[in-house]
């Protein structure tokens, strides 16, 4: 599930606090972030002076640079949401209902046991470079997420149930499962496809030359990547479908949110996701409201502070729980937040069926840590106010990204209050694209990150099955067997009602272990310039493809 103080892409996507401002995000790797505010659009704020500028381009704040625009090996928000743009797949969701809908197939046959899945895709689609789109693309993509030698292990999860992808003739595609899976339609429909006759030249797929300059049929095609300064889409003038009235999208990257800010307001941004303290205090004069739309809503994420459980220090429940209580997530909920967002206790969207209300977050209660570090063998044997078990001390290191302001301040709390009770923390800070080779490659004692699910689905597979440790998203190396078992049993379930109660039983069992302390599901704050219109809030989220252009402000 995807923060810019958190980043968020297919399926469940890593996030650093995240505006979400993508429609139409599929959910084939949730998005990780780390925390810190990533907009997928770009806006434009107030001053006095502003620069000359193509009307028809939106500027789009980017809040770190992608590390690839290949949509099967790319696991941040940043490169999903410009790839949401490029790429398409076989099946759409409604802005608004989330009903599924065409795309690049016209129309799809569900088989009466649920194991078949085939797409009779739309005639006459072109790559931007010409060529036509056919069933040997989905095959080779689908081919490409399931080779090990490819890096798609946030993809290949929700692919591990099917036998095989079939070109029935040039226009038709079928999917074989080997057992039933109840988001099988979204995930096949919503499959990444990249073009064969691109990448099958005997180049490295995970290093090809076409990872830094995609080849899509969506209404934008890739025009310039500035590496450290923007990223330029232009609208694809072939486009079979409507074609949007922006005809130019500008991602500029700017890792530091109060120099994006004032660029915003001399109009050098349209979009932007803005922070708590810039909300509440930074964009509320009648100039500014004047000149931008701030836009406030939820979208499927949550935040979190993740205990490696592989290190000697938080393999013991009680002292992830320990740590839990020492961690008080109100204060810093409405200190460094403005109380904007609500504390969660598990990973499900808190305002969905799957999220079991009748979980309370764990209490701020240091007494009670104490209690639990003790019993769990954590003792001051020495007198140096550190606390030592088995000859270590308990000194970890808490691991986040350089650019996220909201870890650097939660850091800063986090290692004064663990200090009361004895436990040591250094904090270790790290250019995103580092930070993310840390978190993935499992280099850390603890860390601040956040997780988004754009498309609404709630398969927890990706995150939290033991088969993931290795490989996968389960990144602090969560093993408990009968979340295992619910996790498999409710992927085969098409009763709503009995997967719900699934969930609620899996939620209760995250919530006991605590190999996360849940923190706060935010809610994205945007500010779009005015000088668009028919500018509207999705349950999705924010979709400028449908935007018109209005006279510079």
């Known amino acids: 599930m995807s923060l810019e103080e958190s980043p968020i892409a297919y399926g469940k996507h890593p996030i650093e606090r995240v505006i979400l401002m993508t429609i139409g995000l599929t959910i084939h790797a949730r998005v990780l972030a780390a925390a810190h505010l990533i907009v997928v659009l770009v806006y434009v704020g107030c001053g006095n002076?502003?620069?000359?500028?193509?009307?028809?381009?939106?500027?789009?704040?980017?809040?770190?640079?992608?590390?690839?625009?290949?949509?099967?090996?790319?696991?941040?928000?940043?490169?999903?949401a410009i790839n949401l743009r490029i790429y398409e797949t076989l099946v759409d969701r409604d802005h608004d209902t989330l009903e599924v809908k065409p795309m690049l197939a016209e129309r799809w046959r569900i088989s009466p046991d649920k194991m078949r899945y085939r797409f009779y895709l739309k005639k006459g689609v072109l790559w931007s470079d010409g060529v036509e789109f056919t069933a040997d693309d989905v095959v080779y993509s689908y081919n490409r997420i399931m080779d090990p030698k490819v890096a798609s292990g946030q993809q290949k999860v929700y692919y591990i149930d099917i036998k095989r992808c079939t070109k029935i003739d040039r226009y038709c595609v079928e999917f074989l499962y080997s057992r039933p899976y109840y988001l099988a339609l979204i995930f096949c429909g919503n499959m990444p496809i990249v073009p064969k006759h691109i990448f099958n030249d005997g180049t490295d797929f995970?290093?090809?030359?076409?990872?830094?300059?995609?080849?899509?049929?969506?209404?934008?095609?890739?025009?310039?990547?500035?590496?450290?300064?923007?990223?330029?889409?232009?609208?694809?003038?072939?486009?079979?479908?409507?074609?949007?009235?922006?005809?130019?999208?500008?991602?500029?990257?700017?890792?530091?949110?109060?120099?994006?800010?004032?660029?915003?307001?001399?109009?050098?941004?349209?979009?932007?996701?803005?922070?708590?303290?810039?909300?509440?205090?930074?964009?509320?004069?009648?100039?500014?409201?004047?000149?931008?739309?701030?836009?406030?809503?939820?979208?499927?994420?949550?935040?979190?502070?993740?205990?490696?459980?592989?290190?000697?220090?938080?393999?013991?429940?009680?002292?992830?729980?320990?740590?839990?209580?020492?961690?008080?997530?109100?204060?810093?909920?409405?200190?460094?937040?403005?109380?904007?967002?609500?504390?969660?206790?598990?990973?499900f969207y808190i305002f969905g069926d799957s999220y079991n209300k009748?979980?309370?977050?764990?209490?701020?209660?240091?007494?009670?840590?104490?209690?639990?570090?003790?019993?769990?063998?954590?003792?001051?044997?020495?007198?140096?106010?550190?606390?030592?078990?088995?000859?270590?001390?308990?000194?970890?290191?808490?691991?986040?990204?350089?650019?996220?302001?909201?870890?650097?301040?939660?850091?800063?709390?986090?290692?004064?209050?663990?200090?009361?009770?004895?436990?040591?923390?250094?904090?270790?800070?790290?250019?995103?694209?580092?930070?993310?080779?840390?978190?993935?490659?499992?280099?850390?004692?603890?860390?601040?990150?956040?997780?988004?699910?754009?498309?609404?689905?709630?398969?927890?597979?990706?995150?939290?099955?033991?088969?993931?440790?290795?490989?996968?998203?389960n990144y602090i190396g969560f093993s408990n067997r009968e979340a295992d078992r619910i996790i498999e049993e409710a992927r085969k379930e098409f009763n709503e009602k009995k997967r719900i109660a699934m969930y609620h039983r899996f939620h209760e069992i995250l919530h006991y272990e605590e190999p996360y302390t849940f923190m706060y599901t935010n809610p994205a704050l945007a500010v779009v310039s005015k000088r668009f219109t028919n500018v509207k809030v999705h349950t999705r989220g924010l979709n400028f493809v449908e935007w018109k252009v209005g006279k510079q402000r």
């Open 206 to 347: 995970n290093t090809h030359k076409s990872n830094r300059f995609p080849i899509g049929t969506g209404p934008y095609t890739f025009d310039r990547w500035d590496t450290g300064k923007n990223i330029t889409l232009a609208r694809n003038e072939k486009y079979r479908g409507k074609k949007p009235e922006i005809r130019k999208v500008v991602y500029k990257i700017i890792a530091e949110e109060s120099v994006a800010l004032q660029m915003l307001k001399k109009g050098e941004l349209d979009v932007m996701g803005v922070r708590d303290i810039e909300w509440v205090r930074q964009t509320n004069s009648e100039k500014f409201t004047s000149r931008f739309y701030k836009l406030k809503y939820y979208l499927p994420s949550f935040s979190y502070i993740g205990w490696n459980s592989m290190r000697p220090f938080f393999k013991d429940r009680r002292v992830r729980l320990a740590m839990t209580h020492l961690v008080n997530r109100k204060e810093i909920l409405d200190k460094l937040l403005f109380g904007l967002g609500e504390i969660v206790t598990g990973p």
């Open 358 to 473: 009748k979980l309370k977050p764990w209490p701020y209660d240091p007494k009670r840590a104490k209690q639990l570090l003790k019993e769990a063998g954590w003792v001051d044997r020495d007198g140096d106010g550190t606390l030592e078990k088995d000859g270590i001390k308990f000194s970890f290191t808490f691991t986040i990204s350089s650019g996220s302001k909201f870890a650097e301040r939660l850091a800063s709390i986090l290692k004064e209050d663990f200090s009361k009770a004895g436990v040591d923390m250094d904090i270790n800070r790290y250019e995103w694209a580092v930070f993310l080779d840390k978190i993935q490659s499992r280099n850390f004692d603890a860390t601040s990150l956040g997780w988004s699910d754009p498309d609404f689905q709630d398969d927890p597979y990706q995150i939290w099955h033991s088969s993931q440790i290795k490989g996968g998203s």
């Open 49 to 80: 002076v502003i620069p000359e500028r193509d009307p028809d381009t939106l500027y789009v704040h980017m809040g770190a640079e992608p590390g690839t625009l290949n949509p099967i090996t790319a696991t941040d928000a940043y490169s999903h």
